[in-house]
């Protein structure tokens, strides 16, 4: 089992920048995959972008070339740099443990989400 915790997200003008945080504690974290989602009012939690144990990621399109997934497994956390923020990437971004990378399918065990974190994009 893992627990995770999120941190890192606030309000941001449109353009700008964040960088979210997640740490995770309670079992072996080198060996999972990892990844970022989120969850707009009203929508369905979506993928953003995920990381496999090896280092290889996954994005989805609407975030390629504007977000960056990145671990430190010496400190036990997964990493999401936001760039050129849009209103439209306002959302609750939740990480998650045990995704499938291909797929970007997300882990159902007990712990593998974390409480999430807020992102408001907004001028």
């Known amino acids: 089992q893992v627990q995770l915790v999120e941190s890192g997200g606030g309000l941001v003008q449109p353009g700008g920048s964040l960088r979210l945080s997640c740490v995770a504690s309670?079992?072996?974290?080198?060996?999972?995959?990892m990844g970022w989602y989120r969850q707009a009012p009203g929508k369905q939690r979506e993928p953003v972008a995920g990381i496999g144990s090896s280092g290889d990621t996954n994005y989805a399109d609407s975030v390629k070339g504007r977000f960056t997934i990145s671990r430190d497994n010496a400190k036990n956390t997964v990493y999401l740099q936001m760039t050129d923020l849009k209103p439209e990437d306002t959302a609750v971004y939740y990480c998650?443990?045990?995704?499938?990378?291909?797929?970007?399918?997300?882990?159902?065990?007990?712990?593998?989400w974390g409480q999430g974190t807020q992102v408001t994009v907004s001028s």
């Open positions: 998650n443990a045990g995704l499938t990378l291909a797929t970007m399918i997300p882990g159902r065990g007990r712990g593998s």
């Open positions: 309670g079992s072996i974290f080198s060996i999972y995959n």
